[in-house]
């Protein structure tokens, strides 16, 4: 099944960056608090928090900030999501959210897995997702080589999760992961997908035509999807 959205498509990763904060401050001055923002990882939103971090009038006393998927490491950590989104997002001091919540590193990644979870229960204030109230009002996701988005990786256990909104990836990287659930990652009003580089191109067609093999693939967003992709990855002349 084709998953529904619209794609855009940018000369290049300076491009998209540009275009995808405009985008993240503009759903955000248009929306009334609290707002729920789920940040991808990674290296290509980069240059888009960076940007975001700089831009004038956006309410952020009104934002909550969530990770869609976090390596099981400290803080402080390179490898951290959450060290990256402070060092970009958060570097200029323009930005102050009303609240950032980050994936707890104490004690086992199955225990973080569940403190998450519990988060996101109390913020949303219920323990069931409802249909008619998503969990998010955007969320960003990315797109790997291999098809997987956040830490939703090819033939791990993960993939047929469907209880739980956060759970524990323990193989297929160098570290354990952190990840939201499809339940989650599909309860969200808009899901932005950033793609750059050729290296996605076939990645990207098999997610949009919704093929199953791929973590991608098998997403079906309850929200708007807006696919802004680079022109290397959109193949476009």
Known sequence: MKIAGEMEIVKDLE????????????????SAAPFRLAL???STPRGCYRRLSHLHQVPWDGVEIYLGDERFVPPDDPASNYRMIRETLLASGMVAP???FAVPFDGEAENAAQAYEEILRQQYGSS????????????????GEDGHTASLLPNEP???ERGRWVAVVPEGRREPRITLTYPALESSRLTLFLVSGAAKKEALARARAGDITIPAGRLQPQGDVIWLVDRAAADAD
């Open 158 to 160: 993960v993939l047929e």
């Open 40 to 42: 991808s990882g990674g």
């Open 98 to 100: 009303r609240g950032l």
């Open 128 to 143: 069931r997702l409802l249909p008619d109230r998503p969990l998010f009002d955007l969320q960003v996701l990315g797109l």
């Open 15 to 30: 491009a998209l960056s540009a275009r995808a904060a405009e985008m993240i401050a503009d759903r955000i001055r248009g």
